[in-house]
């Protein structure tokens, strides 16, 4: 039997090895340099490193790769032109982490809402407070959901359960919807502005100065998405003058974010260190059970899921 050598991450070796398929020939890394030693023989590749720059050097030298796997949803820091090129199938991660997100989601404005970082601070101190530092309630409050692919369907449907009011942007119109050319005459409108796009050219500094000052002032932005999507000095002066009243950033830019960056010293800003994602135990667990559906569909011709648009970037 002809076998296809398929070179994965050592971390889901325990997940996936005896449960390979026989036509598979698996070859495990550990390291970037036995990923870049054992991409040129991979036609299925598994590349995923904490590096992204790591992941996409070996993912250039996986020549012969006709399929790549990724754990991740965001797709930044891939290749995609190579992919393109060489005509290399690529599936990610959408969706693995989707619960888990849209559960940040919900602790984040919580925490805004109801002041919750004094309470932890207090608790700290030893200190007993006699009033609540937060008397906001989600309560018939009024989100405004830029995304609305698995993570976005997922938060609209928790928030839904606290009669919060929520709007998607969405380009086919429809109930409480508005479309991509509508929802910046309308920031004003919300208290709470979450981001759950995919970090392409066109969401790309999306939010910026206009869209801040657009925005109420008793209102915050939410940010699971990537840090990319935000002017983050513009953030900063709007943290800083109060023009907005907060913001809860899963995602920075750069990430780390580095030990002296002023974003860390605003106390509006709750900085949760792309950590959202990881807030679980399952998602290697989840990866691994669809990759090996994958393999099974690839095996038989048949089309493996979900499948990124090369040229749109998710």
Known sequence: MTKTVTVLSGLVRPLVESRLPEWVEPRFFQSKEEAMALAPEAEIGWFDMYDKRDMAAAIGAATRMKWLNSIYAGVDGIPLDLLAERGTVLTNGVGINAITIAEYVVMGMLTVAK?????????????WLIDSPGKVELYGSKALLL????????VEERLQAFAVDVTVVRRTPGPNTLTPDQWRDRLGDFDWVILAVPATSETDGMIGAAELAAMKPSATLINIARGSVVDQAALVSALDSKQIASAFLDVTSPEPLPADDVLWTLDNAHITMHLSGRAQDKMFVRAATRFLENLDR??????VEPRVDLSLGY
């Open 115 to 127: 002041g919750y970082r004094e309470v932890v601070r207090a608790q700290e101190r030893h200190e």
């Open 147 to 154: 995304g609305y692919g698995a993570i976005g369907k997922l």
């Open 298 to 303: 690839w095996h038989q011709g048949e089309p």
